[in-house]
């Protein structure tokens, strides 16, 4: 445990939301693909995450429900050092979806850049 000074606390609770959710981010981007199966999801356990817990975020990840939910979310276009690049909002991650000609693909989602900062 640590002894954080009370004018600090709004500050690092933040910063350990931040990081939190980046985590979560970097764990769906990198083990749950959206071509495979939701079983073949249960097979990545061994990352670093509790089991139940991997099991949970696969389910609510998979889901219709968590899917629709992610189009016109506000996001943040990172470049490889992650720094922000640019704002948008999310379009469409339907697979389907022809953006440019190409198809979106499990990997890729329709993003409408709303500010450009570098």
């Given at each position: 445990?640590?002894d954080i000074p009370i004018s600090l606390w709004d500050f690092v609770m933040k910063d350990l939301d931040q990081k939190w959710r980046s985590w979560k981010y970097d764990l769906r981007t990198k083990f749950l693909m959206?071509?495979?199966?939701?079983?073949?999801?249960?097979?990545?356990?061994?990352?670093?995450?509790?089991?139940?817990?991997?099991?949970?975020?696969?389910?609510?990840?998979?889901?219709?429900?968590?899917?629709?939910?992610?189009?016109?979310?506000?996001?943040?276009?990172?470049?490889?050092?992650?720094?922000?690049?640019?704002?948008?909002?999310?379009?469409?991650?339907?697979?389907?979806?022809?953006?440019?000609?190409?198809?979106?693909?499990?990997?890729?989602?329709?993003?409408?850049?709303?500010?450009?900062?570098?």
């Amino acid at each position: 445990m640590f002894d954080i000074p009370i004018s600090l606390w709004d500050f690092v609770m933040k910063d350990l939301d931040q990081k939190w959710r980046s985590w979560k981010y970097d764990l769906r981007t990198k083990f749950l693909m959206p071509y495979q199966k939701a079983q073949q999801h249960f097979a990545y356990s061994d990352i670093g995450a509790v089991e139940e817990q991997w099991k949970k975020l696969v389910h609510i990840w998979s889901s219709e429900e968590f899917k629709d939910s992610l189009a016109r979310r506000r996001v943040g276009i990172l470049n490889f050092p992650r720094q922000v690049v640019a704002s948008g909002i999310l379009m469409s991650d339907d697979n389907d979806n022809v953006v440019m000609g190409k198809k979106l693909g499990g990997e890729y989602y329709e993003v409408s850049i709303l500010i450009a900062h570098d």
